[in-house]
């Protein structure tokens, strides 16, 4: 069964890291988090539409991701941005730091250089994330 979905990506960091990535002009954005043990997947583990997705899986999303373009839209808009994906990262290893952020193994985030028109809605709170397409297939 495939049908499609669509991710929020939110971005990482206090807000003293946050200004300072939009004065650099890149921002990192948490994709996706396996559960904190995929044997025993609770409520808190069920993403915004009650699923969950292994390590395993969410690494081959970012791969697919990668070779299909690396395309991301803005709140939602459905249409790709001019803002490029220059980092795609799934954590090998608990503890990864992204700024202050400790990430646990199999979390995929990505890094996006903002353009000028981004960067000023991002610093302005006009941009609060991103978002992504795709098609997810159940397995039982």
Known sequence: DRDGCE?????????????????K??????VYAPPKDEANVT???L?????WA???????AAHDFMVKGAEINIMHKG????DKVVE??????DGWKVGKKSLRKGTWYIGVKLTKASREAFKKGELTG????GLKSLVA
């Not at 991710?7 to 004065?23: M, R, S, W």
């Not at 002009?25 to 948490?30: A, C, F, N, R, W």
């Not at 991103?130 to 397409?133: F, I, K, L, V």
């Open 7 to 23: 991710f929020t990506l939110t971005p990482i960091g206090e807000p003293d890291e946050l200004e300072k990535a939009a004065e």
């Open 25 to 30: 002009g890149i921002v990192y954005l948490m």
């Open 54 to 60: 292994t390590s395993a899986h969410i690494e081959d």
């Open 47 to 51: 993403d915004s539409q009650g699923e």
């Open 130 to 133: 991103a978002s992504m397409e």
């Open 79 to 82: 249409r790709p941005t001019a």
């Open 43 to 45: 409520k808190e583990d």
């Open 88 to 93: 795609n990262v799934v954590v090998q290893e």
